[in-house]
């Protein structure tokens, strides 16, 4: 007696490296909330300058207050996208974000986010479905564009750790092994 196998089933749970990343879609009070950090910090918001007068320590804990009202507001818009890297080819045929002489286009890495995405989920854990084209150029009109650059850059980072990986497990046979008849 033979034992069997499904091999879609091992193909898909073939698991390459997953990476979470939230970004938040209050973009109004995520300034606001940046802005007052950077008071804390000594800078002044509009100058990005050192203050010339530091701070009377009342305006400083009347700041931490507002950071403190303002933190729930923003953690509340957040949108937090499991993302799942992939072969290094299939990326390669997406997106080339590794060439230099020829850079992907925003068209490109935009479907390279898209087919990245595995799940996404709410502050209060709502799961929605896979964005579609229009849906992920939507949300980037409305994201600030650290917020939206946050998700590029997490669907880059988790196909260059896939790459990684592929090369980490990689047993050195040529591709079209000699070992096929």
Known sequence: MSDTFDLTAFIDET???RKKV???TNVAALKERQDLELVLQGIDPGTREPFKLKPSPEYLLATQEKIDEL???VEASGLTFELQGMPFRMAQEIADIFNEEEPATEEQIMELVRTCIQGVENAQGAKSSIPTKEVLEKLQTRLSPAEFSKLINATV??????????????????????DVE
């Open 157 to 178: 980072e988790v196909n260059f750790t896939s790459a990684s990986y592929e090369a980490d497990i990689d047993a050195g046979f040529p591709v079209g092994s000699a």
């Open 22 to 24: 939230t970004v938040y």
């Open 71 to 73: 933190r729930p507001v």
């Open 15 to 17: 698991s390459y490296p």
